[in-house]
């Protein structure tokens, strides 16, 4: 399959589903061999039918991102395959329950945090020297409207993505001028994906918009020449 990111390497976190899943397929449209990441195995073994399916390639990974040697033994694997990384896309997170800030769970905070941030920064400590060997690497996280405009109930949530912006912030500046890495942030906005039902179960699916649309977005701003620390919403004016 040829296009645009053919012979391209790309990893993307919490492909099993939702927004994960469509950017991942999308990506392997496009020509990028797709290494699939996630703690379901059996949703990632289906998502990479699908990619073959249509002509695509993909490999999967099942990790859980809150193990202590998960995401280095990832990097590992994909130095000793590959030797380099192109593309990474940071989706995967965890939602905790919408509570109070007083009535927050600590355990629950703590995995969120966990997933959330200090994943975040294992995933760039590790893939960092990957990156690195790119000519064109690029990464993106995947935030949320309630780490810049805080909401009530929603501040565990809010506070990981929070500091998961301000990671990748000062990444992009601290390789901005040393590197061929570019950064970017993007909020989906309201999209059809399970951790949107369970913040909004009364909500009607079809009225909002689904993970297609922003992954075909993000695919098509992978192929963009952004500057690194842009920052966007899906479906708003840029």
């Given at each position: ?8 390497v790309a990893l993307v ?150 500091a998961f ?74």
């Amino acid at each position: 399959m040829s296009g645009r990111f053919e012979g391209q390497v790309a990893l993307v976190t919490g492909a099993s589903r939702g927004i994960g899943e469509a950017t991942a397929i999308a990506l392997a449209a496009e020509g990028a061999h797709v290494v699939l990441t996630g703690r379901d195995t059996k949703a990632l073994e289906r998502v990479e039918e699908r990619i073959y399916e249509t002509g695509g390639s993909a490999t999967i990974a099942p990790i859980d991102l809150v193990e202590p040697d998960g995401i280095a033994r990832l990097a590992t694997a994909i130095q000793d395959r590959w030797g380099r990384l192109d593309v990474l896309v940071i989706n995967a997170a965890i939602l905790p329950e919408l509570t109070s800030v007083a009535d927050i769970d600590q355990r629950a905070f703590n995995k969120a945090l966990t997933t959330n941030v200090l994943a975040t920064q294992a995933l760039i400590a590790n893939f960092d020297p990957l990156l690195k060997k790119s000519q064109d690497a690029r990464v993106i996280g995947m935030t949320t409207t309630v780490a810049q405009a805080p909401r009530a109930y929603w501040g565990a949530y809010g506070a990981t993505k929070a500091a998961f912006e301000v990671l990748l912030d000062c990444y992009a500046q601290e390789t901005a001028k040393v590197s061929k890495i570019r950064v970017a942030i993007v909020n989906p906005g309201a999209t059809r994906t399970a951790m949107r039902a369970r913040a909004y179960p009364g909500e009607a699916p079809a009225s909002v918009k689904p993970p297609e649309v922003v992954a075909d977005r993000l695919v098509s701003l992978l192929g963009e020449d952004f500057a690194s620390g842009h920052r966007e919403t899906v479906n708003q004016p840029q």
